[in-house]
């Protein structure tokens, strides 16, 4: 299993000198499988740069699973190039509503005056999905989601596959429900999906002065992403949704923070940079 990052910052996109290294879009990464299949978590901004290669690759049907349509987690969608080629199919997966249901919820993104296309004139077929309660699979990939804490229905996602398993988990603010690390895996936010995860990709907005200001905005400290990843097992953590006042030099020092603190996963915890690739080897 290859995971390659597209956008990893929160909020709003920030293009810059000062967001080089890091990156400025927002979530987007790739999922690649031995047998070539793809999932595309996510459709912030990175995930326009992403629809141009997988057209030139060639692909003609891919998985595209939403966390939540918060604008920064969707905005990308209305340029996915892969979108506006006759013959593609893309299954979109998303939470459930009470309200309306993800098709009626993501039109709305597709309609004047804030876009001139609907989303059902464009060539490609989209095929809705509101994600099961249950573990589902898709080929050889086997993929749970789960509600968590963040304003809004959303979830996180784990996929396992090829022998390994990620847990990606952009937006989540798992201490809002109090002391999560004296808790069972099963009484954790996100713990059925994260849990003893060969890879974790996990919000770490703030550093933690800045998180006590901000509590219940639905993102997460470094000191909590790192005390989470331990609490579920996780052997790696790649720190998430980097907040857009953060630059290279600030998100250096919050990877410094990251390592700083005592954590049990194999390697030290690494800030998530535009174009990481991770390889996952088979257990």
Request: with cysteine; aromatic share 8%.
């Amino acid at each position: 299993m290859r995971v390659r990052i597209w956008g990893c910052r929160g909020s709003v996109a920030t293009p810059g000198p000062q967001t080089i290294r890091c990156g400025g879009n927002t979530s987007c990464i790739e999922i690649t499988l031995d047998d070539g299949a793809v999932f595309v978590l996510d459709a912030g901004t990175g995930i326009r740069e992403l629809g141009n290669e997988l057209v030139e690759r060639g692909v003609k049907e891919l998985n595209l699973l939403l966390t939540h349509l918060h604008l920064d987690h969707l905005e990308g969608l209305r340029f996915f190039a892969p979108l506006f080629q006759p013959g593609t199919t893309i299954h979109l997966w998303g939470p459930r509503s009470p309200v309306l249901t993800l098709k009626e919820r993501i039109r709305r993104s597709f309609s004047p005056p804030l876009f001139p296309i609907d989303l059902m004139d464009t060539p490609a077929e989209v095929v809705f999905h509101e994600l099961p309660k249950t573990q589902w699979s898709i080929g050889s990939a086997k993929l749970t989601a789960s509600l968590i804490v963040h304003p809004g229905p959303t979830v996180g996602y784990r996929v396992e596959a090829d022998g390994s398993s990620v847990a990606y988990i952009p937006d989540h603010e798992p201490a809002l429900a109090g002391d999560f690390t004296q808790r069972s895996r099963d009484w954790i936010s996100g713990g059925s999906i994260a849990q003893d995860v060969d890879l974790l990709l996990h919000d770490a907005q703030y550093f933690e002065e800045e998180y006590d200001g901000r509590l219940g905005w639905g993102h997460s400290s470094v000191e909590g992403a790192v005390a989470y990843a331990d609490a579920v097992g996780a052997r790696r953590l790649v720190l998430f949704h980097h907040d857009p006042t953060h630059s290279d030099d600030i998100m250096e020092q919050l990877e410094a923070e990251a390592r700083s603190l005592e954590s049990n996963t194999e390697d030290p915890p690494v800030v998530a940079r535009e174009g990481m690739v991770l390889e996952l080897p088979s257990r």
